[in-house]
């Protein structure tokens, strides 16, 4: 009866125009039986009837149930180009039915067996997909913008180049799944599991991959700028060409990946692990925050020596000291993680841990290995002022005996041969004379205390270049301040620690001792 039904109206279609007539379900499937390539049959937005729907549901649950999905056979399911809209599909089984381009905005297809369907330009925005099963659909080029997608199976679901902005796919295992060409921006992918997974040129701004865990993921000239990786999980992952531009990165695990090309403007590496593979885009390695936390294990730091050499022929003094810092701190680090249990001797970590103590001390504590290549001189200030307390104390208060008893005491040595002014205004030249200091004017003694700190800072020098000698050329009268006792001590100490400062800052400055 169906067949000859169809047979019918086949005849009143051919008879009154095609174009004006609206099919019956069976027609349709048999067209899409003998021909699976065939474009869609229907016109774009045809709305089947209730009766008509519930015809092509039930003639695709007997060809579930009774053909073992047979393409083959009659019954399958085809609803291309159908409205659709707000229909209930909820526990229905669609298995490899075909509503390529048909409008499911808004439909209820929670629960629904989708796995294999072909939904391919679909429209499922905001869409209920709820507990679906998506296994192996194909979903290419469909719009999927704002569907719940909560606890919906989706392995190997094809979504190339579909629509799936503000899509929530946090804690999803979406293993071979394709993402390629897709339109993600400010989807939420916390915890997502996409390992190997294609993502070619996926649209990516904003989004939230929070831990998620992309290891050999396909990320080829995909767009992640402004999206959120931290502590993901990048291991081998193909980054070739992508953007990252503002994009946070810190705490992911870059071991392995390849970032030939790709731009890092403005991105966030703080306590990322780097051990890449290519080479970044120089035209974009700039404004990069966290390069100075960056981490490697033993050994494996040779992605982040590259890094630092390509910054240093862009000019890019600033982020090249960074990685020289990340360098140093993970080599010492890693100097005191020692298996004892592994083939060490111990006289070797005896030296191993002296050499990174000696690195610490002399090029990390006063510059931070030229990070701070300016701090050096910011200590030899401060030192300076901090020291003229004790020295102004000290002349304010000194030890009370005479220079014949030898107290501890500040003394101004004036040479023999300088000139001497008499009464009359006659020149001449006065003998050495050893003048005991005291001042008891505190203004006065805090500004000799001053002094004598400045003098001692720069008292050490290499024959003609002496800064302190220089500095007292400064002074109206010809002498010498000289200390005995625990001034001296102080303040020879003070000058070889503003060597030590002044150097420092010299070679962190002009020079690059650690490369």
């Given amino acids: 009866m169906r067949q000859h039904s169809t047979w019918r109206s086949s005849l009143l279609?051919?008879?009154?125009?095609?174009?004006?007539?609206?099919?019956?379900?069976?027609?349709?499937?048999?067209?899409?039986?003998?021909?699976?390539?065939?474009?869609?049959?229907?016109?774009?937005?045809?709305?089947?009837?209730?009766?008509?729907?519930?015809?092509?549901?039930?003639?695709?649950?007997?060809?579930?149930?009774?053909?073992?999905?047979?393409?083959?056979?009659?019954?399958?399911?085809?609803?291309?180009?159908?409205?659709?809209r707000n229909v209930d599909f909820s526990g229905v089984d669609l298995r490899q039915s075909d509503l390529s381009g048909a409008n499911l905005r808004s439909a209820n297809l929670s629960r629904t067996n989708l796995a294999g369907a072909n939904l391919s330009g679909s429209s499922l925005s905001a869409a209920q997909l709820a507990n679906a099963n998506l296994g192996g659909a194909n979903l290419e080029r469909a719009d999927l913008f704002r569907a719940d997608l909560e606890n919906t199976s989706l392995f190997r679901a094809n979504f190339t180049g579909a629509n799936l902005r503000d899509t929530d796919f946090s804690d999803r295992r979406l293993a071979g799944s394709s993402f390629a060409q897709a339109d993600l921006t400010n989807a939420s992918l916390v915890g997502t599991n996409l390992a190997d997974v294609s993502l070619a040129g996926a649209l990516m701004v904003n989004a939230d991959l929070t831990n998620a865990v992309l290891a050999r993921a396909d990320l080829t000239g995909a767009n992640l700028n402004r999206a959120r990786l931290t502590s993901a999980d990048l291991r081998n992952t193909n980054l070739t060409d992508a953007q990252l531009s503002d994009a946070h990165l810190a705490g992911a695990n870059l071991d392995g990946a390849n970032l030939g090309g790709a731009l890092l403007n403005g991105s966030t590496l703080t306590g990322a692990i780097l051990h890449t593979v290519g080479t970044p885009n120089a035209d974009y390695l700039y404004d990069i925050d966290g390069i100075d936390q960056l981490e490697f294990e033993i050994g494996r730091e040779s992605a982040l020596v590259g890094l630092r050499s390509q910054l240093q022929m862009l000019g890019q003094n600033t982020l090249e000291r960074h990685a020289t810092y990340s360098i140093e701190t993970n080599r010492i680090e890693n100097a005191f993680e020692v298996d004892f249990s592994g083939d060490h001797q111990f006289q070797d970590v005896i030296a191993q841990w002296f050499s990174a103590t000696l690195s610490k001390v002399a090029f990390g504590w006063p510059a931070e290995f030229g990070m701070e290549s300016s701090r050096p001189l910011v200590l030899l200030a401060l030192v300076?002022?901090?020291?003229?307390?004790?020295?102004?104390?000290?002349?304010?208060?000194?030890?009370?005996?005479?220079?014949?008893?030898?107290?501890?005491?500040?003394?101004?040595?004036?040479?023999?041969?300088?000139?001497?002014?008499?009464?009359?205004?006659?020149?001449?030249?006065?003998?050495?004379?050893?003048e005991w200091v005291r001042e008891n004017n505190w203004w006065r003694a805090y500004r000799l205390g001053l002094y004598l700190s400045f003098l001692s800072s720069f008292r050490l020098g290499f024959r003609e270049f002496n800064i302190g000698v220089w500095i007292s050329r400064i002074q109206r009268r010809e002498y010498e301040l000289r200390a005995i006792g625990w001034a001296r001590t102080l303040s020879g100490v003070q000058s070889v620690f503003s060597l030590y400062m002044l150097i420092s800052w010299f070679i962190f400055t002009f020079l690059r001792p650690l490369h």
């Avoid at 519930?54 to 083959?72: F, I, M």
């Avoid at 030890?399 to 003394?411: A, E, F």
């Fill in 13 to 84: 279609c051919l008879y009154f125009g095609a174009t004006l007539c609206v099919l019956p379900h069976g027609w349709v499937q048999a067209r899409a039986q003998e021909d699976p390539d065939v474009d869609c049959p229907y016109n774009t937005g045809w709305r089947p009837s209730s009766s008509e729907l519930a015809g092509v549901l039930s003639d695709h649950t007997d060809w579930v149930e009774l053909r073992g999905w047979n393409s083959n056979a009659e019954g399958r399911a085809v609803l291309c180009n159908a409205d659709l």
């Fill in 384 to 434: 300076i002022i901090l020291m003229s307390i004790p020295y102004t104390i000290f002349v304010r208060y000194p030890s009370g005996k005479p220079p014949q008893m030898g107290g501890t005491s500040l003394y101004k040595i004036h040479p023999k041969g300088r000139i001497v002014r008499q009464t009359g205004g006659k020149l001449i030249e006065g003998e050495e004379t050893v």
